[in-house]
């Protein structure tokens, strides 16, 4: 069981937001690449990065700290990076500088065939984020909600060849409010390609419950608020992973 930090860049700085809201943002550093530093020397063995302002515009828009990230800490862990990735061009230019995975979320939803053509260029390179509330997809920042089932979008994007999907619970990400364990084990059980939970991880009680549903196909789990407020302590978290054998 992975047990990954997030990152999530706001004009240069590392912040924390409330479902999505760029309005509620809480800024816990001005040196996202220090930030990536301290999770690695803690024992991540992956980082996760979005791009907030480029998830809103539809284009990067925090490149420099990205990649100030990547050549600090890419040649020792898998950081993968999502927000505002809609081309090709874009996918290869951070492989290039070190990115081991690129999160494509809007664009797959809204262009299916750009999916499938990065995931021929990009064979395990690509993975999906389906952020959903009830079931249903939204995109634009989780500022729009489609009609899409997650599990059959998910369906549908396994067979593409994405190297696997992050789950995110958008009515529970940033709130600390528990994973939702039932939905995330219903489209892993639903797929062969694995599931990384995301949205509401608070305490040591949701790694212990995502430990237990391992084996239906949960690969890991995005560590938002909870490590940065001090709601979950990281190090711990990864003890007690290895000692249930995850």
Excluded at 83 to 106: C, F, K, M, P, S
Excluded at 205 to 220: H, N, T
């Amino acid at each position: 069981m992975l047990l990954i930090p997030a990152i999530d860049l706001k004009d240069g700085h590392c912040v924390r937001l409330q479902q999505g809201d760029m309005n509620l943002a809480t800024t816990f550093s001005e040196e996202p690449a220090v930030m990536a530093r301290s999770w690695v020397d803690k024992g991540a063995r992956r980082v996760h990065l979005v791009d907030l302002n480029g998830a809103f515009a539809g284009h990067p828009k925090n490149e420099s700290a990205i990649r100030r990230i990547l050549k600090d800490i890419g040649s020792e862990v898998d950081v993968q990076l999502g927000g505002g990735i809609r081309d090709l061009d874009t996918i290869e230019r951070y492989l290039d500088a070190g990115l081991r995975y690129v999160i494509i979320g809007t664009a797959a939803v809204r262009n299916p065939g750009f999916l499938q053509d990065a995931c021929t260029a990009f064979g395990g390179h690509i993975i999906v984020g389906l952020d959903a509330k009830d079931g249903k997809v939204a995109t634009d920042g989780w500022s729009k909600l489609t009609r899409h089932d997650v599990v059959d979008l998910g369906k549908k994007f396994e067979d593409f060849g994405v190297e696997s999907i992050i789950y995110t619970d958008i009515g529970r990400d940033g709130m600390l409010t528990g994973i939702n364990i039932d939905a995330t084990v219903r489209l892993a059980q639903a797929l062969t390609i694995p599931v990384i939970a995301s949205g509401g991880l608070s305490s040591i009680a949701d790694v212990e419950a995502l430990c237990e549903v391992e084996d239906e196909g949960i690969e890991g789990v995005i560590c938002g608020r909870a490590i940065y407020s001090g709601a979950l302590d990281f190090e711990a978290a990864l003890a007690r992973v290895e000692e249930l054998g995850g």
